[in-house]
Structure formats: C-alpha cells, structure tokens
C-alpha cells in the first residue's frame, strides 16, 4: 500500500508541474508553482507512508491538490500540436491583414486618414505589457480614452478592463480595417472623434 501512494504522489506531482508548465507565464512562476505542487504532493505520499492514522490526511491532501490542479486549467486549452499554432498565425495574417512570407515584409492594407475617422477605430489590438512585465496580445473594444489610458471589453480576459497607452508594445492594429498604426496616430485620431 505504502508503494501505491508513493507511485501516485509521483504521478499527481508530474501532472501538476506539467500543467504548470503549458500554460503562458514567466519562467519564475512555473518554478515556484512547480517546486510547491511537487513539494505538496509528494508530502502527501509521505505521510500515507509513515504512520497508519495519517492515510485519511494523505487521501484528502491528494484529492484536494488534483481538485485545485483541475480547476486551474479546466478552461485551457493547449495547442494539440505545431500545425494548431501555425493555422493561428495563418488566421491572424488573414484577419489582420498582416504580412506573410509571400507578401512584401512591412505591407500593411492601406487606409486613407480622410475616412479614417468614419471608420471603426475603437475596436483595436495590441500588445500589452502589464506591470508584472509579462506580455500579451489583447483584442479590446475601447468604450473611453482619456489621453492616457484606454477602457474597455477585452476579449482575452472576458471583461472590462483599463490599460495604459504607454505599455502598449509596438503598434495598435486597428480590427475593422487592418491596419497598423503607432499608438500616438491613433490617439490623434481618437481625439479628432
């Protein structure tokens, strides 16, 4: 018996530090996260080792570390493989317009100013460094800007969200029309709404 629970604190250690390890964080939260599973785990077979009275402490240590393992990733969803992740960069050069291979590098869909404030300029993507330092990519249809920061529904996150205009990275693609523009243009057209 005393060999099955160690197997299994084995087995719930490795899961949860592969759980870990798949999802998109920094490399010093997977360590810690990773080293503390591990560590909880393994404790939990321990003490189903020693004495006979810990064996009812051990089973619902480990049952309640699988719960919390599952409940953390029961949204996400990894990429299956390299084609998923390359059928994601094919949807985003189409959806955006952005350049491939076969176009010319930097050539983005023009768009003339004129009608550019007739156009949709409030429903943007961006790259997004937030104060922990970790990036993301955000798609965010802007309800209010201010000159300085940017309120609105961001669909990666499912909610309303505020995000400052000078941790953006890089350019903000505006959705409707596809193309890219630098942060300050577009806080120019925003202000000439």
Known sequence: MDMIFAILGFLLAIW???SICIKQQSVGKKVGKSVFSSWYFLTAAGLAVSPSDSVPIAIIMMMVGTF???????????????????SGHA???RDFDLPSKKSEPGKYRSV???KGKDAEIKNVAFSYVNSKGESSF??????????????????????????????VEGEIIIRETGEAIDPN???GLMEAR
Do not use: M, Q
């Open 68 to 86: 919390v393992v599952w409940y953390g990733n029961r949204n996400y969803k990894a990429p299956k493989n390299n084609k998923d992740i390359l």
């Open 138 to 167: 955000r798609d965010v249809d802007v309800k209010s800007f201010d000159g300085e920061y940017l309120e609105g529904y961001c669909h990666l996150s499912r909610k309303f969200k505020t995000f400052r205009l000078d941790r």
């Open 16 to 18: 949860s530090i592969r």
């Open 185 to 187: 243009e577009w806080v």
């Open 91 to 93: 949807d985003a050069v």
């Open 112 to 114: 003339n100013h004129a």
